[in-house]
């Protein structure tokens, strides 16, 4: 792939040691996966350079940790990421927050013709015979061609590709979706998007302490992560499963510390890990009733509780669409 501004690592991150001078390879690139954020692109000019920048960071220390070259570009609204695992590289793009979703791309030249070779190419071995199919086009840039004429375009070069596999367009609810983003001089071409937990990156808000009791208090720490808050967690038994299976898939580096559900032996606990991280507040699992004598407890401090107006069957619920996102 040519063209495009990588980030150049600052001496004190970790991937320095695999380049050097303004990130020279030393590896051979496969595969490029587009990365997609939605909330940051709605912030002002100077907010969403600082949030994406933090973005691009927390992907990156994903793939220090796991080993995983990469290195990362961004135009507005994307970041795209080369790796040589493409599978990987995805599912850990995936446990990001602020990433809305990620896909593995084919770059080609903004060339309708170059467009349509390499798209037939990669389309053929998806379009078994019976199958519907539609074309996404999108398009941003100037170009002689309007995002509707692209896709009708290729739509039909894939039905005169393949007449006798007996393919149909269904743009509805079609088997395949063949998606072209053209993006000033290149063009993006894939068949897959893959959600991420979206929201904004971590660290671009305050420290919080969270106790994970179970489902309830493990979905409350994710609600406030999401937020872009750095929560460190205080584990009673019944939470550790929530923890160690999800949680620390969003955030490698969380502080967790085990205490005991005896008495509320965990709120000494809890007071001083909120001390020892500086934390602005503390995420609860209560429900309403409870609220007044927490906060009492609390009081010098924000006291959260993201899931108060859930039951506990929409807590269940709201999990496994978080279980989802790491399985």
């Known amino acids: 792939m040519t063209g495009g501004n990588y980030r150049t690592m600052t001496p004190t991150h970790p991937l320095e040691k695999r380049f050097s001078g303004p990130l020279v390879l030393t590896f051979a690139m496969v595969a490029l996966l587009l990365v997609r954020y939605g909330e940051l692109a709605l912030k002002s000019p100077p907010v969403r350079r600082e949030f994406e920048s933090t973005l691009r960071r927390n992907i990156l220390d994903q793939f220090v940790r796991e080993g995983l070259p ?7 609204g994307h970041l795209y990421v080369e790796t040589d695992d493409a599978e990987r590289g995805a599912n850990l793009i995936r446990h990001v927050f602020g990433v809305t979703s990620v896909s593995q791309v084919e770059d080609v030249a903004s060339d309708p013709t170059v467009i349509r070779a390499r798209l037939l190419e990669l389309a053929g071995p998806r379009l078994r015979p019976g199958l519907s199919f539609a074309v996404r086009a999108r398009r941003t840039g100037q170009h002689p061609f309007t995002s509707q004429q692209l896709a ?4 039909a070069a894939v039905l005169e590709q393949f007449p006798d596999r007996g393919l149909k367009v269904n743009l509805e609810r079609p088997d395949v979706e063949l998606f072209v983003e053209v993006r000033g001089p290149r063009t993006y071409l894939y068949f897959d998007r893959y959600a991420g937990p979206g929201g904004l990156p971590l660290g671009v808000a305050g420290r919080l302490v969270a106790l994970v009791d179970g489902p309830r208090g493990a979905l409350g720490a994710f609600f406030m992560m999401k937020r872009g808050c750095r929560v460190a967690l205080v584990v009673l038994p019944e939470g550790e499963p929530f923890v160690h299976d999800t949680l620390t898939r969003f955030d490698p580096a969380v502080r967790v510390v ?6 509320e032996a965990w709120a000494p606990v809890l ?8 934390a602005d507040g503390v995420v609860l699992p209560i429900v309403v009733e409870e ?3 927490f906060w009492s407890q609390w009081g010098n401090r924000v006291l959260f509780s993201p899931t108060v107006g859930l039951s506990d069957e929409e807590v269940a619920e709201r999990w496994k669409g978080v279980v989802a996102l790491v399985s």
């Open 271 to 278: 007071a001083t890990l909120a001390e020892d991280t500086h």
């Open 291 to 293: 609220y007044a004598r």
């Open 152 to 155: 009708g375009d290729l739509g």
């Open 70 to 76: 990469g290195r990362i570009r961004s135009d507005r």
């Open 258 to 263: 085990s205490a005991v559900p005896a008495a």
